[in-house]
């Protein structure tokens, strides 16, 4: 990143002449971007994508780091196109990332408004979940500064938009896992209780279960009580399987201890559990990831050049679409029933 204060605004090194492919009614000249709450492989392509497309029409873009954490205390740098050369593949967050508490108070919300201004920054683009999006909201709210969010959780549980960047990538790396898990099952014979992640969402565990072939798979969505797994797993051991992967989503009441204790309760049979934690949220990004977190970022410069604010950029169906912030949380973005319904035709 380049060391400049607010008032060496226009030395940015990236000096590529603009390009005006996209208007740019409202006049922006510098943007800012954060990353905020846990991270998500994914996050550098989309920081990527929003200098190089900024780059690309002469505006400038403030780097801010660890998140509305370093915003309120004017943790900020020019970035330009050269820095964030080669961090497409790489996971994790090159700002760094951070939940912030003192951004939860107006007091840090209003520094955070003045450093902003300080830097002459016409929007902040804002890359995380729900929590980030909170604070995106109010920063707006109160101090009318435009705010753009882009989907940035493993979690996928953002509503507005098919799939949030670097939930691809937790899906394969859970299900690496749990290929992994079924090896050493089937050569025990054992019940294997997998936790994934997903704090209140289902969407993670559903995906790994069916892509896993798992026998069951319990979701924060359908809080179904857990001692009918004793009667899975009995007719599963009835049908000829010696041994069986179970999913469960980190939010599920009791999550995988508490199912893999009903079941050794009810069956006496060998069982273990893995939960697969943090490790889902780093890696390479896949594809898909890379993909969705290029055309977003390029798509959140583009909102504000338009003069949209509040809102949350999404893809769905393929197309790029526009979310009010605050519907982002308060609609609930359900899990697929048909691929619920899937998972149980297919663990017979
Ligand atoms: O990023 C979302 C998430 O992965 C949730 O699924 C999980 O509960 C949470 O983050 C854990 O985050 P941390 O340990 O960083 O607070």
Redesign the pocket.
């Known amino acids: 990143m380049t060391e400049t204060s607010p008032n060496e605004a226009s030395q940015n090194e990236t000096n590529i002449a603009p390009v005006l492919d996209h208007p740019n009614p409202r006049g922006v000249r510098r943007v800012a971007v954060l990353t905020s709450?846990?991270?998500?492989p994914g996050m550098n392509a989309a920081i990527r994508a929003v200098v190089r497309t900024a780059t690309h029409h002469g505006i400038e873009v403030v780097g801010v780091r660890r998140g509305f954490s370093g915003l309120h205390r004017g943790d900020m740098r020019l970035i330009g196109a050269r820095d964030v050369a080669n961090i497409i593949q790489r996971g994790g967050t090159i700002l760094l990332t951070a939940?912030s508490h003192t951004w939860r108070t107006p007091e840090g919300r209003a520094r955070g408004a003045q450093y902003l201004r300080d830097w002459g920054v016409d929007g902040l683009i804002v890359i995380g979940?729900d929590g980030s999006f909170h604070g995106g909201h109010f920063l707006q709210q109160e101090h009318g500064i435009p705010v753009v969010g882009l989907p940035g959780?493993?979690?996928n549980?953002l509503y507005g938009t098919d799939h949030t960047i670097?939930y691809f990538t937790?899906v394969e790396t859970a299900l690496d896992a749990v290929d992994k898990l079924r090896d050493t099952g089937a050569s025990h014979e054992r019940i294997f209780v997998i936790e994934v992640?997903?704090?209140?969402?289902g969407h993670?565990a559903l995906d790994v279960a069916v892509a896993g072939g798992a026998e069951e798979v319990f979701i924060p969505e359908d809080p179904k009580p857990v001692d009918g797994i004793v009667e899975i797993v009995q007719e599963s051991v009835s049908k000829g399987k010696a041994s069986s992967i179970i999913i469960v989503a980190?939010?599920f009441p009791g999550g995988a201890l508490g199912v893999a204790q009903a079941i050794e309760a009810g069956t006496g049979l060998e069982t273990r559990v893995s939960i697969l934690g943090?490790i889902?949220?780093g890696g390479t990004p896949v594809s898909s990831d890379r993909v969705l977190a290029s055309r977003l970022g390029e798509a959140a410069v583009y909102a504000l050049m338009d003069g949209h604010s509040d809102v949350m950029v999404g893809r769905q169906n393929g197309e790029i679409g526009f979310t009010p912030l605050p519907e982002t949380w308060e609609k609930r973005k359900d899990v697929n029933r048909d691929l619920y319904r899937c998972a149980k035709t297919l663990s017979v």
């Open positions: 709450g846990g991270d998500a939940r979940g959780t493993i979690d549980d670097g937790a992640m997903g704090r209140h969402a993670i980190e939010g943090h889902q949220r």
